[in-house]
């Protein structure tokens, strides 16, 4: 059915000047501001779709591409120029509603085909009087269709500027359009005091974090150690002590990574000679904090007993 076509072009040509003035609006983002930003996207989005609005059931799919890809550029000048004039317009209403709303005003007659004005609209008794874009043939009615969407544009720019004036304008006069706050002319930032104390500020922070970690390490440490002392002889895994894993990771640095995405790692030497070396190492190491503890507890116990 016609309908079923119309639909179908629709909702086509509509998805691809969003898609097409979504990516040229991130493409001049990316060159004029050196910068990827996602509110250029989701506003090259609104664009194309505001700009194909009135021509999505009268063009060619190749030409919906054209219409997205002009939505960006004029969204994305206006937007630009309204920096330049130093007008307030932070979500970009205007160059997306009233820019864009004006270029696809003009898209349908600059673009639109003969058979798809027919098929959409579906009330014309003579194929004749069917208007069509300017760049087809149709017996002189471009011309008329551009000429009659040219001064709709402007009528409602008139309309829309002249309540507006007669809005904004006594507002603006008694005061009451912006409401004054004096507060952000008594404030002063002294930037250069802030730069010099900012790093006694955050240098302790970072060395409390890093007091917090360290101690959080060594409970867990002792939890594993304690663990380790509880486990049989029969476990087929070996476990070490922390002063075993350090000089593991002296040898194998690669073994510290794992260690720090799971402490609970039990980490297998190489190879049995340094196992047996790492084993002496450490036993040779408690032998002598036994004798110095030996030697810490013979004073008191000789003093208890005299």
Not at 4 to 19: D, F, H, L
Not at 112 to 141: K, M
Not at 155 to 170: D, E, H, K, Q, Y
């Amino acid at each position: 059915s016609y309908q079923g076509s119309v639909v179908a072009k629709i909702a086509v040509n509509t998805t691809v000047a969003a898609a097409a003035a979504s990516l040229v609006t991130v493409l001049l983002g990316l060159y004029y501001e050196k910068k990827t930003d996602c509110s250029n996207a989701n506003n090259g989005i609104i664009a194309g779709l505001v700009g194909i609005t009135g021509s999505c059931a009268t063009v060619d799919t190749e030409f919906a591409v054209v219409i997205g890809f002009v939505s960006a550029f004029v969204y994305f000048s206006a937007s630009k120029c309204m920096i330049k004039v130093k007008l307030d317009d932070v979500v970009d209403a205007v160059p997306i509603h009233l820019c864009c709303g004006l270029w696809g005003l003009i898209a349908p007659a600059i673009f639109s085909r003969r058979e798809y004005v027919e098929l959409a609209f579906n009330h014309y008794t003579n194929s004749s009087e069917v208007p069509c874009g300017i760049l087809y043939s149709c017996d002189g009615l471009g011309s008329k269709l551009l000429a009659a969407n040219l001064t709709y544009a402007l009528a409602l720019v008139a309309w829309v500027a002249t309540m507006s004036c007669l809005l904004f304008i006594p507002l603006h006069f008694l005061k009451l359009l912006r409401k004054e706050m004096p507060e952000e002319e008594e404030i002063e930032v002294n930037t250069e005091s802030y730069s010099e104390e900012l790093p006694d500020l955050v240098l302790p922070t970072i060395a409390e974090e890093d007091n917090i970690i360290t101690n959080q390490n060594a409970e867990e440490s002792d939890q594993e150690s304690t663990t380790t002392d509880e486990r049989s002889d029969t476990d087929q895994v070996p476990t070490y002590s922390t002063s075993e894993i350090s000089q593991v990771q002296s040898v194998y640095p690669d073994v510290i990574d794992l260690q720090r995405v799971q402490p609970e790692l039990h980490v297998i030497p190489p190879s049995p000679g340094n196992s047996d070396q790492l084993r002496s190492d450490d036993e040779s190491t408690e032998s002598d904090d036994n004798i110095g503890s030996d030697e810490a507890v013979t004073p008191n116990s000789s003093h208890s007993v005299s």
